[in-house]
Structures are given as structure tokens and as C-alpha cells.
């Protein structure tokens, strides 16, 4: 008799036990999911660089126009061709390419200024070799799932500029950033400056037009390296 108590006691025990380590289980299980989610999620924030530039060629096909000229605005095409030494250093040659110059209303309001205008020499193209250093690099999360990762660089270079078949002596400086798409390409938008003199009418001056350019960086071997 009392075995038989003992046992049914046991039994109940047991069927009252097993659900709740069930449950027990079932939660710790779901708070782990959790866990392991949210892990994920700030390890997104932390990955390594979406494209490694050090050992790499990358070219640039672009279109600029010129923001500083109130009477005359200038599109070019052009490109550069940089070769990374560092994430941080490369070398950079390129140049552009004049291909129409659009009047302002201004040039259209005074016919004597528009004569000026017009008498004035063109520049046709401009190309030089130089140096560029990037000393920010970031990362962005956009709608708590996308990563975007950029820098912003510094340029120097120094080159030649065609003046009406004349060529003159070039310096400009840059500003610019790249948002990186994937491991080969990225989107890249400069503003530079050149400086140069030219002589109109007899006058030497010193031109300081300034340039926005925007371009596709393709980035060679197409494969990050390391």
C-alpha cells in the first residue's frame, strides 16, 4: 500500500515537473535566439573595410563643370588612374577635357561684356600627376540593416594647361569623398581647384577656376586583396 502512495506520488511529481522544465528550456532557448540577433546586429557596425584599396589600380571616368565662373560655365569629361599604395596614399595621374561652354544670362544682358567674353582665351584641356591622402574613413548604418561605408581624401597635383594651343603651367588641390558600392566600385565626387596664369589684352592674370567633378571609380584586380 504504501509503495503503491509512493509510486503515484513520483508519478504526479514527475508529470507536474516535466512541463515546466519544458518551459524552462523552450525560454532559454528563445532568449539565446535573441541573443545570438542581437550579436549579429552590433557586429554589422564593426565589419572590416567593404573595399581594400592598398596594392590596387583604380580609374575614374568623370564629368565636371565649373561653380566659380558668373559669366561662362564649363563641362569637361575626364578621368584619373590611381595607383594605392597605402588605404591611406596614392598616386594619382589624370585630366580633363573640355567639352562645351554654356553663357550665362549675364553674358546675354550686356552685349559689350559678351564681346569681352567671347575675345577672351578658352581653356581647352588640363591633365597633371600628383598625390592624394585620405585621412578619414567611415561607416554609416542606414535603416538599422545597410552599412555604408566612405572616406574623404585630399589631392595635390601639378601639370600643364591648354590655353588656346598655349600650355601653361598648373597647380590644383581637392577635396572629395567616395562611398564605396561593393569590393570593386565606388561613387566619387571631388571638388578641385586649378591655378594658372593668362595673359588677355596684354593683362597677366591668375585664373583660379573651381571644379565639380563626379565619376564611377572601377577599382583593379576587382577582388580585394588579403
Keep these: ?3 503503491s502512495t509512493l509510486l503515484y506520488i513520483t508519478l504526479i511529481g514527475g508529470l507536474v515537473i516535466a512541463p515546466s522544465s519544458l518551459s524552462v528550456a523552450q525560454a532559454a532557448d528563445e532568449v539565446g535566439r535573441i541573443d545570438a540577433k542581437t550579436q549579429r546586429d552590433r557586429l554589422r557596425s564593426v565589419q572590416r573595410r567593404k573595399t581594400r584599396k592598398a596594392g590596387r589600380f583604380s580609374l575614374v571616368p568623370s564629368y565636371g563643370l565649373t561653380l566659380n565662373d558668373p559669366v561662362v560655365t564649363t563641362h569637361t569629361v575626364g578621368g584619373s588612374l590611381y595607383y594605392h599604395l597605402a588605404e591611406g596614399f596614392s598616386f594619382v595621374l589624370g585630366g580633363d577635357q573640355r567639352i562645351m561652354q554654356v553663357d550665362s544670362a549675364a553674358v546675354h544682358l550686356v ?7 567671347r575675345g577672351e582665351q578658352v581653356m581647352m584641356s588640363t591633365f597633371g600627376f600628383g598625390a592624394s591622402y585620405t585621412p578619414v574613413y567611415g ?3 542606414l535603416f538599422s540593416d545597410v552599412v555604408v561605408h566612405y572616406d574623404l581624401f585630399i589631392e595635390g597635383r601639378g601639370g600643364l594647361t591648354d590655353i588656346d594651343a598655349e600650355f601653361k603651367p598648373t597647380g590644383s588641390a581637392a577635396v572629395g569623398g567616395r562611398l564605396y558600392l561593393n569590393e570593386f566600385m565606388s561613387l566619387d565626387l571631388v571638388g578641385r581647384w586649378l591655378m594658372f596664369t593668362n595673359e588677355f589684352r596684354g593683362v597677366e592674370d591668375i585664373k583660379a577656376p ?3 567633378h563626379t565619376g564611377l571609380a572601377i577599382y583593379f584586380p576587382l577582388k580585394n586583396r588579403g
Design 111 to 117: 552685349r559689350s561684356q559678351e564681346r569681352w567674353v
Design 139 to 141: 561607416k554609416m548604418a
Design 210 to 212: 573651381l571644379f565639380l
Design 1 to 3: 500500500m504504501v509503495r
